[in-house]
């Protein structure tokens, strides 16, 4: 079972645009929304993170939008830039548990064309 | 500040074979979590090892064993191994209890084929 989906599974976006990647989740009980950014041959680095209390959360170029009621968040990318290309994964956890018990959506590979 | 580290950084099995995968913590990690990313997919967490006793564990097979040191480096070791093993095996670190402020901090991963 599936608990967090991640939509589109390939992005392609102009340098410049705005890049969207869309997660839903299952369990209400999640209260941890990370994003994570991964380049190839290397391991997946934090971007950005919110939690349910907030509806938004920015920093830099990079947005975390949050709806609760939809249990859907979202990744923006502003301005995108050839070197944000990479694989990006958002995940869910519950924080009053083990805490490195983070569930993945299966990753949105995002090219930025110069 | 040193970051995660894994070695070995390949490795090549074959079936049946068992395989141990090291990992140092980050400086001031007190607890590492292991993750399999399988080719095209998101990692799956296998088990979480905080204070050298396993805190948490997923859905995996018993023949998946660790271990924590007391230096807070970790080992994962796979028994019987089988083609579907064939993985980037994960390795993160993490400040343990319930802080908010302390995300998890990846290794870039162990690459295992099983033939």
């Known amino acids: 079972q599936q608990q967090v989906k991640q939509s589109p599974q390939s992005l392609i976006v102009q340098k410049g645009g705005i890049s969207i990647i869309n997660c839903a989740y299952e369990?209400?009980?999640?209260?941890?929304f990370p994003w994570y950014q991964q380049f190839p041959g290397k391991g997946p680095a934090l971007l950005i993170a919110?939690?349910?209390?907030?509806s938004e959360k920015k920093e830099g170029r990079f947005t975390i939008s949050f709806n609760k009621s939809a249990k859907q968040f979202s990744l923006h990318i502003m301005d995108s830039q050839p070197g944000d290309s990479a694989t990006y994964f958002c995940?869910?956890?519950?924080?009053?548990?083990?805490?490195?018990?983070?569930?993945f959506g299966k990753g949105t590979k995002l090219s930025v064309k110069p | 500040e040193t970051g995660v580290t894994q070695s070995p950084t390949h490795l090549i099995k074959t079936r049946g074979q068992q395989v141990t995968l090291r990992c140092s913590s980050q400086?001031?990690?007190?607890?590492v979590s292991w993750y399999q990313q399988a080719l095209g997919q998101g990692p799956q967490f296998i088990f979480q090892?905080?204070?050298?006793?396993?805190?948490g564990r997923g859905n995996f097979p018993p023949r998946f064993s660790g271990l924590q040191f007391p230096n807070y480096s970790s080992e994962l070791n796979v028994n019987a191994l089988e083609l579907d093993d064939s993985a980037l095996y994960l390795c993160?670190?993490?400040?343990?209890?319930?802080?908010?402020?302390?995300?998890?901090?990846f290794g870039n991963g162990t690459r295992l084929t099983v033939t």
């Open positions: 993160a670190s993490s400040l343990g209890g319930r802080a908010f402020n302390s995300p998890l901090h």
């Open positions: 369990n209400t009980a999640f209260d941890y």
């Open positions: 919110i939690r349910p209390d907030v």
């Open positions: 995940a869910a956890s519950i924080l009053g548990g083990s805490q490195g018990n983070l569930i």
């Open positions: 400086s001031g990690h007190n607890t």
């Open positions: 090892y905080y204070r050298e006793e396993e805190n």
